[in-house]
């Protein structure tokens, strides 16, 4: 059965422990194509004709799994991330989050361009997309944008007022600063073997702030 958009953020209990399950396998080391649903079953406490109960197939289990994940992550990092005073801190609250995140970041990148087709990317079949929670989950990350990025207009740290301007530079700068701190090497020749990680972040910060002034 396809899962609903909003059992991703309140789940049925034994879902719960299926996703819960799935989420420990993963912190094991555990390869995310060598998941078994006895495994999951198992670690879960449940039978393993449950699992079937609520999905069509282990990829479907596992793709919702790591969706459940991520809006719990997604959910932590929208109450962070508006708790400092200062806009500066705020958008240093994201990049911690992006680089305590960074590894999952990377695999559920990889499994959402697997559900959604792009070649390369064919462990999880397509059939096991649930497009609902794409779409919701991009509507609600905009939304979070917006209302952070008027915060720092509010505040004077910028002067651009336009809102689709404001969220393509956080989204540009965030990439960039993830693609950083996913290829720690100087990209070019002759840099220092280090920079450390507070350069990064005030360069990426000091470049958005120029981009919307």
């Known amino acids: ?17 299926m996703f819960e399950a799935v989420s420990e396998l993963i912190k094991e080391q555990k390869e995310i194509s ?38 719990i992550k997604i959910q932590k990092l929208a109450k962070s991330a508006f708790e400092p005073e200062q806009f500066k801190d705020r958008v240093y609250k994201i990049m911690d989050w992006l680089m305590d995140n960074r590894e999952y970041n990377q695999m559920f990148t990889a499994v959402i361009n697997s559900v959604m087709g792009v070649p390369g990317h ?5 059939h096991c997309c649930a497009n609902e929670f794409v779409i919701a989950a ?28 404001r969220s393509m530079a956080l989204m540009t700068a965030m990439v960039e600063y993830s693609f950083v701190i996913t290829n720690p090497k100087p990209i070019r020749r002759g840099e220092p073997d280090k920079i450390s990680h507070k350069e990064v972040r005030e360069f990426i910060y000091e470049s958005l702030i120029k981009s919307l002034s």
């Open 138 to 165: 991009r509507e609600y990350i905009l939304e979070m944008i917006d209302k952070f990025m008027e915060y720092g207009y509010q505040k004077k740290a910028f002067t651009a007022d336009s809102k689709w301007k």
């Open 122 to 126: 064919d462990f999880f079949n397509a």
């Open 1 to 17: 059965m396809d899962i609903m958009v909003e059992n991703m953020f309140n789940p049925p209990d034994k879902m719960r422990l």
């Open 34 to 71: 060598s998941i078994t649903v006895a495994e999951i079953t198992s670690k879960a406490g449940i039978g393993k004709g449950t699992a079937y109960e609520y999905f069509s197939s282990k990829e479907e289990l596992i793709v919702n799994a790591l969706m459940y994940e991520y809006c």
